[in-house]
């Protein structure tokens, strides 16, 4: 059923197609360096490799994957073990130098363990995927379009144009489909996102974006734009009891 995803499919970056509010970023901080709070927060959509060393923890990537199983089922009960890399930081090293070049102390994030990145298609969709094991996860679905296909009269982005969203994570993540989101789409820009459903330690948040290379320019290909799926895992918050607080959501979340 998983395929590995052709590399040159993988997004890289993206942009939202018009204005829309700075409310909309919910981060102030001045530094720009990947962090977890700018994973789970913000307008991204996709997700990109972590920027360190990859490293070789057999067991952290069965864990990975047992973890991602449990949440979310459907696509993600398959093997997930031969996508999935693991990495010291999110930060690369030469991010880390340019900052520090500039004469700024930073404590950079350190994983428990790892974070993760993993990869693979359900043609047409494609999923990428950036997180920390019992901490955070950061789930990308995205379906490539065409500017025609994603964005209507005025250069508007299209609305749903793959699709709603219920009937794609009730098979690609049913664990997610099977939670009492509230909707809170109305309280966003309609070209930031078309859907925005939350609970206590997830989100779920998709719109149209258009698609950028790594330096930051207009992707060249015929397949300049996409339709995303955002999902978000965050259970830091609240800290106490984390570990119980998890294992009863995923408990709840398969059963």
């Given at each position: 059923?998983?395929m590995?995803?052709?590399?040159?499919?993988?997004?890289?970056?993206?942009?939202?197609?018009?204005?829309?509010?700075?409310?909309?970023?919910?981060?102030?901080?001045?530094?720009?360096?990947?962090?977890?709070?700018?994973?789970?927060?913000?307008?991204?959509?996709?997700?990109?490799?972590?920027?360190?060393?990859?490293?070789?923890?057999?067991?952290?990537?069965?864990?990975?994957?047992?973890?991602?199983?449990k949440?979310?089922?459907?696509?993600?009960?398959?093997?997930?073990?031969?996508?999935?890399n693991?990495?010291?930081?999110l930060?690369?090293?030469?991010?880390?130098?340019?900052?520090?070049?500039?004469?700024?102390?930073?404590?950079?994030?350190?994983?428990?363990?790892?974070?993760?990145?993993?990869?693979?298609?359900?043609?047409?969709?494609?999923?990428?995927?950036?997180?920390?094991?019992?901490?955070?996860?950061?789930i990308f679905?995205g379906?490539?379009?065409t500017?025609?296909?994603?964005?209507?009269?005025?250069?508007?982005?299209?609305?749903?144009?793959?699709?709603?969203?219920?009937?794609?994570l009730?098979?690609a993540?049913?664990?997610?489909a099977?939670?009492?989101?509230?909707?809170?789409?109305?309280?966003?820009?309609?070209?930031?996102f078309?859907?925005?459903?939350?609970?206590?330690?997830?989100?779920?948040?998709?719109?149209?974006?258009?698609?950028?290379?790594?330096?930051?320019?207009?992707?060249?290909?015929e397949?300049?734009?996409?339709?995303?799926?955002?999902?978000?895992?965050?259970?830091?918050?609240?800290?106490?009891?984390?570990?119980n607080?998890?294992?009863k959501?995923?408990?709840k979340?398969?059963?």
């Amino acid at each position: 059923m998983l395929m590995p995803l052709v590399p040159s499919d993988r997004i890289e970056e993206e942009m939202i197609i018009g204005i829309y509010p700075f409310s909309e970023m919910q981060i102030t901080a001045a530094l720009e360096a990947p962090s977890r709070d700018r994973l789970l927060r913000g307008t991204r959509i996709s997700v990109s490799q972590p920027g360190g060393n990859q490293i070789s923890i057999p067991e952290v990537a069965r864990q990975v994957a047992k973890e991602l199983g449990k949440l979310f089922g459907g696509w993600f009960r398959c093997d997930l073990t031969p996508y999935i890399n693991l990495y010291d930081s999110l930060v690369s090293q030469q991010v880390k130098e340019y900052y520090l070049s500039g004469g700024m102390t930073i404590q950079w994030e350190e994983p428990e363990k790892a974070f993760y990145y993993m990869d693979f298609s359900v043609p047409p969709w494609q999923v990428q995927a950036v997180g920390e094991p019992e901490i955070f996860h950061a789930i990308f679905i995205g379906h490539l379009h065409t500017r025609t296909e994603a964005v209507g009269k005025g250069g508007h982005p299209l609305t749903h144009p793959a699709g709603a969203v219920e009937p794609l994570l009730a098979q690609a993540a049913p664990g997610i489909a099977r939670l009492a989101l509230a909707d809170r789409t109305t309280e966003h820009a309609s070209n930031v996102f078309d859907t925005y459903l939350v609970d206590d330690a997830f989100t779920v948040k998709a719109g149209v974006r258009m698609r950028l290379n790594k330096e930051g320019n207009v992707f060249p290909g015929e397949h300049a734009y996409f339709y995303g799926i955002r999902i978000n895992v965050d259970f830091r918050h609240p800290s106490e009891h984390r570990i119980n607080k998890k294992r009863k959501i995923c408990y709840k979340v398969i059963n």
